[in-house]
């Protein structure tokens, strides 16, 4: 098992525009996570997603959103992007809703805007 | 609110010295905190959880609910130990995971 794989590896976007990132989890996962790193800090929480809903938002604009597919997989949409929005974005899966102490995580997308 | 606070952001040692890698946490309920690390080059990952009360790669870490704190320690800090890392916090219910700042730990041969 090649654990959570995320695409692409890197991105550079201008301002304005729209960017979808990709996360496979691990086969058997059925909850992702999502989290974004801006340089110098640690893993912020932007969505958590079980069985294709959403379970859990946190503190950023409806710019963010996501979906789960039947698969599992899932993407994460940033619309308008903004100069701020350059980060690691780092998905994270785990067996189920109540399972984010076993979380496991991606290598991550880095989105670049400029 | 939950935070955590990482006061280090660099941390050097020489090889073979003692490491205490700080964390402070602020949460009124009961949390479980975690250490992860990233290597060099390589994805997040957990090292322990204060829960399990475990030794992983020789690190250690306690919680004091009175200090509100969950100290990373290692005896003999190793090269290969060089990495960032973050302390996260879990509080009850289904809720993410708030991570410190992290702390890079630079081990000097």
């Known amino acids: 098992d090649a654990g959570v794989t995320q695409s692409p590896t890197h991105l550079i976007k201008t301002r304005g525009q729209q960017v979808t990132l990709r996360c496979s989890p691990i086969s058997g996962h059925k909850s992702v996570s999502w989290y974004q790193q801006v340089l110098g800090q640690g893993p912020q929480f932007i969505f958590q997603y079980y069985e294709k809903e959403e379970r859990g938002r946190g503190n950023f604009p409806d710019r963010f959103s996501a979906r789960q597919f039947p698969n599992y997989s899932s993407e994460l949409n940033v619309n308008a992007l903004l100069l701020g929005d350059s980060a690691l974005y780092l998905c994270a899966s785990s067996l189920a809703l109540g399972e984010l102490k076993r979380q496991f995580f991606g290598p991550g997308t880095r989105l670049t805007v400029l | 609110a939950q935070r955590v606070t990482q006061p280090e952001k660099l941390l050097s040692v020489f090889k073979g010295a003692p490491v205490e890698l700080k964390c402070n946490y602020s949460y009124s309920g009961s949390p479980e905190l975690f250490w992860y690390v990233q290597y060099s080059r390589q994805r997040l990952q957990l090292l322990l959880r204060?829960?399990s009360r475990e030794s992983i790669k020789g690190f250690t870490a306690d919680l004091n609910k009175g200090e509100t704190s969950f100290h990373l320690k290692k005896p003999f800090a190793q090269e290969e130990d060089s990495a960032m890392y973050y302390c996260a916090l879990l509080n009850s219910g289904n809720t993410p995971l708030v991570f410190g700042k992290g702390t890079r730990l630079s081990v000097i041969a």
């Open positions: 204060h829960i």
